[in-house]
Every structure is written in structure tokens, then in C-alpha cells.
């Protein structure tokens, strides 16, 4: 029975979660009963929870009002009989302040499991927001410093990576090479065949170059029927003319544009900084006008010569 050399206990039940408790009370006849308290941390949602404790709540009151019906009437006056009714009392109502407990807790844990759950979506929106901006804006610029066409770099980039070459040169004090390009016959592909074949051969014309230059060259569009390139590190001026040579041969071979064969030959304008110029403006300036030289003398490609 139920009395004050023996109070009730508890004990973790890993059974019912890891938080789990059993509340053990010894019943008149001798066989212990128990209350099963699940943890904060069980199984399940917070709301199930407070379910399960209000069945067990509800049990161990049913058995604690047994435990006051077994005692017999001509007993209850006996002060072990007062004793045990004081103790059944204190103990319902200390289940039943730990059954308050328990379910304000558990109504604090839903608070805080949609407070998290708000933020969580929260923080995934703002990440995903920040991810389509960054890629928007790399989308951007890539737009900003790439031909639509042939997907090279265009005249702003080309203009920006040979400035960022100079500044290395000059640095180190030694040489940056700049090849102006232009195709020769092009005009006359776009007057009889049409923009789109013209625009075809522009684009087969780069994938051609791209694969010509070593590894580190920066193939561009400048525009029309120009290109530049720009050898990536120092190359001498013998150097840059077998470059000049091997771009020669890897453009000028016959292409085919819907079942018609076409050909385009470049002439190249080949500068170097510092000999031919100080800057990039003005190295552009004389890579173009050692192009036009090589496209009258028909000579395939040209050197610069320096304009002061």
C-alpha cells in the first residue's frame, strides 16, 4: 500500500522516448501501477505529447481514487487511513501541477517550433533571393563583356584584359603582343548569301581561333568581321609571327555553311608594347594600321611600326 515509509518514484523509460519517465505507485493490493510521462523530446509532435500525458494523468487519477475506495469504511477513521488519504490528495494534486507544467511546456515548444520554422523559410528566401541576384549579376556582366554572336570576348573586355597586360608588362619590364584581325572576301559572303550565312562563318571563324591559340590566349570580337588576339606572357617578335602564321592557316581553310563551300583569309596586324607603343589605345592603333598594310600588300600579316 501507499504509505510513508514508501513514496512514490520515478525512473527513465527508454521505452517511450529517451526523455520518457514512469512514475511506480504501490496500489492496496500490492501491485504497482505506473504513469509514463513522455519527454519534451519523444517522438512525435508536442501536441501528441500532451495527449499521451492526459490519458496517463487521467489513469493514475482513476487508480488513486481505487486506492481510496479499497479502504474500508469502518477503517478510514484509523490515522493510516488518514495518512494515506492525506497522501493520495498531495499526490493527485502534485500530478496535476506537473500535468500544467507539462502542457505549458509543450505549448512553448509549438511557439518555438513555428518561430523556427518561420525563420528557417525566412533564411531559405533570403539565400535563394541573394543567389538569384548574384547570378543575375554575373549574367550581366558576362553580357556587358561577351559578343552575342560568337560568345568571345567583346571590344571592352578585349580593351580591359590588354590594359591589365600592359600593367604586367611594364612591371616586369618586358613585352605584351596584341594580333588585329580581318577577314578578307567576308563582304561578299554577306552580299550573296545572306547576314545568316555571314554569321555563321563569323562563328566558325572563333571556334577556330579558340582552338589555334595555346592555352592562356585570349581570342575577341571586336566588331564586324574584326578580331584581336592576345597572347597570354611575353612573346618575341619572331614568336608572334609563326602565332600570326598558324591563325593564318587555321582561318583561311575552307568552310561549309549549308552545303555551300566558303573561304575567308585573314590579315593580321601584329603590335608590341613597348616597342611599337606605350598604352593600349595606342597599341590598338597600330595593330590596326599594320592590318590594313598587310591587307594591301596582301601579305598575309603585318608588324606595326611606332607612330612618333
Not at 511546456?105 to 538569384?132: C, I, M, P, S
Not at 616586369?172 to 550573296?192: M, P, S, V, W
Not at 614568336?239 to 591563325?247: D, E, F, G, I
Request: net charge negative; glycine share 8%; proline share 5%.
Amino acid at each position: 500500500m501507499l504509505s510513508s515509509d514508501r513514496a512514490p518514484f520515478s525512473t527513465r523509460d527508454e521505452r517511450h522516448g529517451p526523455d520518457a519517465t514512469s512514475l511506480l505507485v504501490d496500489s492496496p493490493d500490492s501491485r504497482p501501477f505506473s504513469v509514463v510521462t513522455p519527454g519534451l523530446n519523444a517522438a512525435g509532435s508536442s501536441g501528441a505529447a500532451a495527449l499521451a500525458l492526459t490519458e496517463q494523468f487521467e489513469a493514475v487519477a482513476g487508480r488513486l481514487s481505487a486506492i481510496l475506495d479499497a479502504i474500508p469504511v469502518d477503517e478510514r477513521s484509523r490515522p493510516s487511513a488518514r495518512r494515506i488519504h492525506t497522501l493520495a490528495l498531495e499526490c493527485a494534486a502534485a500530478l496535476g501541477r506537473l500535468r500544467e507544467g507539462m502542457t505549458l511546456v509543450a505549448g512553448e515548444r509549438d511557439g518555438l517550433e513555428r518561430e523556427l520554422n518561420h525563420a528557417k523559410g525566412q533564411w531559405a528566401r533570403a539565400l535563394l533571393e541573394a543567389q538569384d541576384s548574384q547570378a543575375g549579376e554575373l549574367d550581366a556582366r558576362h553580357q556587358a563583356l561577351h559578343d552575342d554572336l560568337t560568345s568571345l570576348p567583346n571590344r571592352r573586355h578585349c580593351q580591359e584584359r590588354l590594359a591589365e597586360a600592359l600593367g604586367v608588362a611594364a612591371a616586369r619590364h618586358t613585352q605584351a603582343g596584341l594580333l588585329y584581325l580581318d577577314l578578307d572576301g567576308f563582304k561578299e559572303i554577306n552580299d550573296h548569301h545572306g547576314h545568316a550565312t555571314g554569321d555563321a562563318v563569323l562563328r566558325i571563324v572563333a571556334a577556330r581561333l579558340n582552338r589555334a591559340l595555346r592555352a592562356g590566349d585570349v581570342a575577341c570580337r571586336l566588331g564586324g568581321d574584326e578580331f584581336a588576339c592576345l597572347p597570354a606572357g611575353p612573346l618575341s617578335g619572331p614568336q608572334l609571327a609563326r602565332l600570326a602564321r598558324k591563325l593564318i592557316e587555321a582561318v583561311s581553310a575552307p568552310l561549309m555553311v549549308n552545303g555551300v563551300q566558303l573561304r575567308v583569309r585573314p590579315s593580321i596586324g601584329v603590335a608590341i608594347f613597348p616597342t611599337h607603343a606605350d598604352d593600349a589605345e595606342a597599341l590598338f592603333r597600330v595593330a590596326d594600321a599594320a592590318m590594313y598594310r598587310a591587307k594591301q600588300q596582301r601579305t598575309g600579316f603585318a608588324f606595326g611600326e611606332r607612330a612618333d
